[in-house]
T-cell receptor, first 114, second 117 residues
Framework: GAGVSQSPSNKVTEKGKDVELRCDPI?????LYWYRQSLGQGLEFLIY????????KSGLPSDRFSAERTGGSVSTLTIQRTQQEDSAVYLC????????????FGSGTRLTVV | AQTVTQSQPEMSVQEAETVTLSCTYD???????LFWYKQPPSRQMILVIR??????QNATENRFSVNFQKAAKSFSLKISDSQLGDTAMYFC??????????????FGQGTRLTINP
């Protein structure tokens, strides 16, 4: 597609429920990143996918968070047993190479856990 | 650990004025990249400008330019002839490129810029 597409745009969920956030990167971009933007912590790296290589999961805050990227394209970030502190904007970005020319971000998913 | 500091939480100027946003960073590395991203209410982070640390020449993109002072670890963004559409959060970001693996961005806390008519 022309840009990075994320869905849903907004998600309200009850504490304890599981949620799935979707990212559709720019066609041909091999690298995909997830970042979290929250009031208290600012923007934080979560996970990185590059082609068929094993993902860099070093930024995932707990084992309730997981992500996958199917066929080197669409990625899904899953949060299990959501907590109120998971409320944030989840931003996806894709890029050629690994990112030193800057990423192209999507518009994010605003997750609210009530 | 690398850190990025934006000391101005909010700024406000009149349309057509020039405004400068400050950013300092801390690293012991010599090879890195610096970025300014803009985040309007649509939430999409938009790349404004990029600077390579080994280039002494300051980057420019139309009305946007930077003042990169490597020794002082300073990377300010100047917006000339500001427009209403420049109203947004501006984030300074820093990247150290490892030999392999993720090229992660470290972001500052942001400056909320308002352009008044």
């Amino acid at each position: 597609g022309a840009g990075v597409s994320q869905s849903p745009s907004n998600k309200v969920t009850e504490k304890g429920k599981d949620v799935e956030l979707r990212c559709d990167p720019i066609s041909g971009h091999t690298a995909l990143y997830w970042y979290r933007q929250s009031l208290g912590q600012g923007l934080e790296f979560l996970i990185y996918f590059q082609g068929n290589s094993a993902p860099d999961k070093s930024g995932l805050p707990s084992d309730r968070f997981s992500a996958e990227r199917t066929g080197g394209s669409v990625s899904t970030l899953t949060i299990q047993r959501t907590q109120q502190e998971d409320s944030a904007v989840y931003l996806c970005a894709s890029t050629h190479g690994r990112g030193s020319y800057g990423y192209t971000f999507g518009s994010g998913t605003r997750l609210t856990v009530v | 650990a690398q850190t990025v500091t934006q000391s101005q939480p909010e700024m406000s100027v009149q349309e057509a004025e020039t405004v400068t946003l400050s950013c300092t960073y801390d690293t012991s590395e010599s090879n890195y990249y610096l970025f300014w991203y803009k985040q309007p209410p649509s939430r999409q982070m938009i790349l404004v400008i990029r600077q390579e640390a080994y280039k002494q020449q300051n980057a420019t993109e139309n009305r946007f330019s930077v003042n990169f002072q490597k020794a002082a670890k300073s990377f300010s963004l100047k917006i000339s002839d500001s427009q209403l559409g420049d109203t947004a959060m501006y984030f300074c970001a820093f990247m150290i490129p490892p030999n392999q693996g993720a090229q992660k961005l470290v972001f500052g806390q942001g400056t909320r810029l308002t352009i008044n008519p």
